[in-house]
């Protein structure tokens, strides 16, 4: 059997809004094997980065709530740590490259320092072997001239070079649990086809395990093995990366697979018009009673509108929150 390293049960983030509190995440679990990778998709708001920032403990009061059944790293529930012990495990048995390289490194530091500094915090090393590791790091992401760059500031290098500066951060403890928030955000695709590699190789090299959050369902074709999509905080629905794209089950999903841009062969050299998913995400303060997507639902009813669907096992391994899922005819999974 393969060893689960991360087990997230039943998260709940929440974040006080005026004089009420509102769920970020809710009520959601997985599990994370070593060496494998999780896709996290959905639209922008849907919970993504909250659930991530959870996962960390970087939500903490008066900001916002953690709370859950329990968040099992390594067999230890680090929802149970003081802030003092996620200290320790944070960038270290768990470490996160964050969206925007920019903001996420110190523009007073140069980048050799931020890694030292990491490295260093967490490993009992003098500073000549943390330069060293340092050094090894930077090569280990493909930077060129290591020896020169380890003096440099951030804005002294290029988006692609800051992105791969977070990953050697990321890495410097060797994580079990490495979380990717869009990694290649605002990358030219060059570069983002460079960083994942990147990180499909050093996961195969360390079996660590990934939790990828992005929008491009391209990516997660092409490195995860298992996929979540989140919808208004919620996990609507979880499977094998080939279950996703072969037999999509929730109207949502089938909506984000449309509106992937397709290469179009033969004669007809005509452009097509992408498809749209009409509507907006509701904003979470003022949620639907029933299912939260049923405004933008072309297949919902009146069941829909009256009770929240649970998250269910309708085919082996293939979870879905929706009373009538796509391809099974006639389903309810409540």
Not at 104 to 121: F, M, R, W
Request: charged content about 20%.
């Amino acid at each position: 059997m393969e060893e689960k390293i991360l087990e997230v049960k039943n998260l709940v983030t929440q974040f006080a809004m005026d004089k009420h509190m509102v769920t970020a995440v809710n009520d959601v679990s997985f599990d994370i094997l070593r060496g494998h990778s999780l896709g996290i998709v959905g639209e922008s708001g849907s919970g993504k980065s909250a659930m991530a920032l959870s996962l960390m403990r970087l939500i903490t009061p008066p900001v916002g709530t953690v709370t859950g059944k329990a968040i099992m790293l390594e067999g230890k529930d680090i929802l149970q740590f003081s802030p003092k012990e996620m200290e320790a495990i944070r960038g270290n048995r768990m470490a996160m490259i964050f969206q925007e390289p920019m903001t996420s490194l110190n523009p007073v530091y140069t980048i050799g320092d931020q890694i030292i500094e990491t490295i260093q915090c967490h490993q009992k090393v003098l500073a000549k072997e943390a330069k060293e590791r340092c050094l090894d790091l930077l090569t280990l992401v493909g930077i060129a001239a290591p020896q020169r760059r380890i003096s440099e500031y951030p804005h002294q290098l290029s988006g692609g070079m800051r992105q791969r500066v977070m990953i050697a951060i990321a890495l410097a403890c060797s994580p079990s649990i490495l979380i990717a928030d869009e990694p290649t955000t605002a990358l030219d695709v060059t570069i983002q086809a460079q960083i994942m590699e990147l990180l499909q190789k050093l996961q195969n090299e360390t079996q660590m395990g990934i939790i990828l959050i992005t929008h491009d369902l391209g990516v997660v074709a092409e490195v995860c093995d298992q996929v979540a999509v989140m919808y208004c905080g919620r996990i609507i629905e979880k499977c094998s990366v080939q279950a996703i794209f072969n037999t999509p089950l929730h109207p949502y999903t089938q909506a984000l697979l449309d509106a992937i841009p397709l290469l179009t062969t033969g004669t007809d050299n005509r452009s097509h018009r992408l498809c749209t998913i009409e509507g907006v995400v509701p904003p979470l303060y003022d949620l639907p009673i029933g299912c939260n997507f049923q405004d933008r639902c072309p297949n919902a009813a009146d069941t829909c509108s009256r009770m929240q669907p649970l998250l269910q096992e309708v085919l082996p391994g293939h979870f879905v929150e929706c009373f009538y899922p796509l391809h099974i005819e006639g389903s309810t999974t409540n």
